[in-house]
């Protein structure tokens, strides 16, 4: 089935520095991909999506680029704020038509001023 | 804003008892998702509904009952709770967008004790 392997955390980085999280993905077919981020005591809010191979999503800075030939969709920034701090999810849609997203385990992110 | 909302946001109760979580939604989409958030584990999905009266199991679904009598409105039943299901739940919508995109309300947090 369909499975999600994300970056383990917790990570922490000082402000200003370039974030990578790494995302994997097992899926038949050609899934959308999706980046979710979880504020403290908060929901899940969309941060970014690709829906097909070679798309890049993009928001408030950050980016990931759906590459098919090595199952990946790493989550990047060039320049890390305090406000960053959040836990960020990976997940797909393997479009097996009832709109089931999988997601990984979450990756903790601290930026430290 | 996806104008979700989730009732209680807080509860603590005990092993045995009956719960039920409500998600509530203002603009009549089609599916929405009961989740589980726990440590390690990322999100799961509990159950799903891709319509009144039509509901769909998720991965873990043993323990959960969940009904849809209205488009608006999405419960999530304990029948009798124990204390591995002390968790965080999520309840989410999917817009009729395409790219089967989810946004999530708040968040319950049910403590078992």
């Known amino acids: 089935g369909d499975s999600v392997t994300q970056m383990e955390g917790p990570v922490t980085l000082s402000e200003e520095a370039f974030l990578t999280i790494n995302c994997t993905y097992t899926a038949t077919g050609y899934p959308s991909l999706f980046w979710y981020v979880q504020y403290p005591g908060e929901g899940l809010q969309l941060l970014l999506k690709a829906t097909k191979a070679d798309d890049k999503g993009s928001n408030k800075g950050f980016e990931a680029t759906y590459r098919k030939e090595t199952t990946s969709f790493h989550l990047e920034k060039g320049s890390v704020q305090v406000s960053d701090s959040a836990v960020y999810f990976c997940?797909?849609?393997?479009?097996?038509?009832?709109?089931?997203?999988?997601f990984g385990t979450g990756t903790r992110l601290t930026i430290i001023p | 804003d996806a104008g979700i909302t989730q009732s209680p946001r807080h509860k603590v109760t005990e092993t045995g008892t009956p719960v039920t979580l409500r998600c509530h939604q203002t603009e009549n989409h089609r599916y929405m998702y009961w989740y589980r958030q726990d440590p390690g584990h990322g999100l799961r999905l509990i159950h799903y509904?891709?319509?009144?009266?039509?509901?769909d199991k998720g991965e873990v679904s043993d323990g959960y009952s969940v009904s849809r009598s209205k488009t608006e409105d999405f419960l999530l039943t304990l029948e009798s709770a124990t204390s591995s299901q002390t968790s965080v739940y999520f309840c989410?919508?999917?817009?009729?967008?395409?790219?089967?995109?989810?946004?999530f309300g708040p968040g319950t947090r049910l403590t078992v004790l």
């Open positions: 509904s891709y319509g009144v009266k039509d509901t």
């Open positions: 989410a919508i999917s817009t009729p967008d395409g790219t089967d995109t989810q946004y």
């Open positions: 997940a797909l849609d393997g479009r097996g038509g009832n709109e089931k997203l999988t």
